[in-house]
């Protein structure tokens, strides 16, 4: 069994020190690795970034991070990640890592993602530039979250985004910004990438529980959403899904 | 003040709780009603909820304020899901 605590959507400001770690401090005896599904700070700066660090790190088990949109707010995404990692906090964008868990090994892929609405009521990199521009760079996260997927060779695969893979995970919030809070080829990525499971956040009044297209299981983990300080998640070592046939070589 | 020009009061009041710094955020839900201004939503401190209503004050003076926005519990025990 494979426990993996998940939280997001902290938003931790320069006030906000001491708020979470005695309600984190538990993880290190009830999970085997901890993911953090962005949205860190509040606004992004590298003084909130410490916070986190103070607050985050240090908590005894692995623990592995995506930024969120919140955390480059201040243009700032590489000073925050490089204080994050000082702390012993890995952060993902378009890459993967490997935790020795309970006797197996967890991979996990991660990406910020962004954008674009899901299938049937979603943008097109088609006309302005500016709108090309915003597709493109959700396909450029999705493509990045399936290599890292497939480049995983462990017991259990898991897809960290920020932006939801899923509308199932929306519910709760107003369908017009759907578009704004995640995107279908996340999914899709997820899908062809062998992902076990997936987890995000972003979508704080959305809904817990949802599942791709080809079944992979979706979590929202926003910290509103989980109304607890994480969620442990109990994983049997199941054989790592086998990536979607169109994409295996 | 006429109703319609209270939906810009919204947009105003929403786009300064996003783009204050002391505030950032996007996830408040904002109702203007007369002279009656309804929050909802979930932050993480007492103080962040007051910061968000300072926000209001400044950007829509004089407005009753029904403040519902909630503190998450900091103190709830973590909970589990067994997937498999």
């Known amino acids: 069994m494979t426990r993996i605590a998940a939280v997001g959507d902290i938003h931790l400001g320069v006030d906000d020190v001491g708020l979470c770690r005695r309600s984190l401090s538990p993880v290190v005896e009830e999970a085997d690795l901890l993911l953090l599904a962005g949205d860190l700070t509040r606004i992004g700066t590298t003084e909130e970034a410490a916070v986190v660090a103070k607050e985050v790190g240090g908590l005894g088990v692995p623990t592995v991070a995506v930024l969120g949109n919140h955390d480059h707010h201040s243009n700032h995404a590489p000073e925050v990640t490089e204080i994050l990692v000082e702390a012993g906090i890995q952060v993902l964008e378009g890459a993967g890592t490997v935790v020795d868990a309970n006797g197996g090994s967890v991979g996990v892929a991660g990406v910020k993602g962004f954008?674009?609405?899901?299938?049937?009521?979603?943008?097109?990199?088609?006309g302005e530039a500016e709108t090309k521009?915003?597709?493109r760079t959700t396909e450029r996260a999705a493509d990045s979250l399936r290599e890292a997927l497939l480049d995983l060779d462990t017991d259990v695969r898991v897809a960290l985004t920020h932006y939801?893979?899923?509308s199932d995970t929306l519910r709760g919030e107003p369908k017009e910004i759907y578009p704004f809070l995640g995107s279908w080829l996340l999914a899709k990525a997820i899908d062809e990438g062998g992902a076990d499971v997936a987890f995000h956040g972003h979508a704080h009044y959305g809904s817990e529980r949802g599942t791709t297209a080809g079944g992979v299981r979706v979590r929202n983990v926003a910290r509103?959403?989980?109304?607890?300080p994480y969620k442990v998640y109990d994983l049997s070592l199941l054989p790592t899904r086998a990536p979607e046939a169109a994409y295996v070589v | 003040m006429a109703d319609h020009s209270r939906r810009y009061d919204v947009a105003a009041l929403k786009e300064a709780l996003a783009q204050d710094p002391r505030t950032a955020e996007?996830?408040?839900?904002?109702?203007i009603d007369g002279n009656e201004l309804f929050l909802e939503g979930a932050v993480t401190t007492e103080h962040h909820r007051l910061l968000i209503e300072a926000?209001?004050?400044?950007?829509?003076?004089g407005v009753r304020i029904h403040d519902d926005i909630v503190i998450d519990d900091d103190t709830a025990a973590s909970r589990r899901e067994r997937l498999s």
Not at chain 1, 116 to 126: D, E, L, P, S
Not at chain 2, 26 to 31: A, E, P, T
Not at chain 2, 55 to 61: F, G, S, Y
Request: aromatic content about 8%; hydrophobic content about 45%.
């Open chain 1, 115 to 126: 954008g674009g609405g899901f299938i049937g009521k979603c943008a097109t990199a088609f």
């Open chain 1, 133 to 135: 521009a915003f597709i």
């Open chain 1, 164 to 166: 939801s893979p899923v």
């Open chain 1, 224 to 228: 509103p959403v989980i109304d607890a």
């Open chain 2, 26 to 31: 996007l996830g408040i839900g904002v109702r």
């Open chain 2, 55 to 61: 926000v209001c004050q400044e950007t829509v003076p």
